[in-house]
């Protein structure tokens, strides 16, 4: 059973950059897909970025394009979500996913692991 542990979430003003980090337990850490959602109070969870298991493919939402990055380093088990030049709908719980399957996705049925979550606050 694979265990994430997010890190990094707090609050920011608008401009403003934060990076999010994700620990995972999983020595196979190097074979999972991994990707970062997001969910506000009362809306449905959204797709914000995903990296492949070599981090040689990543996608992204079309409104943190440009200002948000993922990488990761399956060395240290862990992915990222640097976010730059914040706004305040950026303001979420952010999670952190793992997927077993090759394909990367960007909806959460095609990820089968996820984290507790991090608060992130953009303040105008």
């Known amino acids: 059973q694979l265990q994430l542990v997010e890190s990094g979430g707090g609050l920011v003003q608008a401009g403003g950059s934060l990076r999010l980090s994700c620990a995972a337990s999983?020595?196979?850490?190097?074979?999972?897909?991994m990707a970062w959602f997001r969910q506000t109070p009362g809306s449905e969870l959204e797709f914000v970025a995903t990296i492949s298991d070599r981090g040689d493919y990543t996608n992204y939402r079309n409104s943190v394009r440009g200002r948000f990055t993922i990488s990761r380093d399956n060395a240290k088990n862990t992915v990222y979500l640097q976010m730059n030049s914040l706004k305040p709908e950026d303001t979420a719980v952010y999670y952190c996913?793992?997927?077993?399957?090759?394909?990367?996705?960007?909806?959460?049925?095609?990820?089968?692991?996820w984290g507790q979550g991090t608060q992130v606050t953009v303040s105008s």
């Open positions: 999983s020595g196979a850490f190097d074979t999972y897909a």
């Open positions: 996913a793992a997927s077993n399957s090759l394909l990367v996705g960007t909806t959460e049925r095609a990820y089968d692991y």
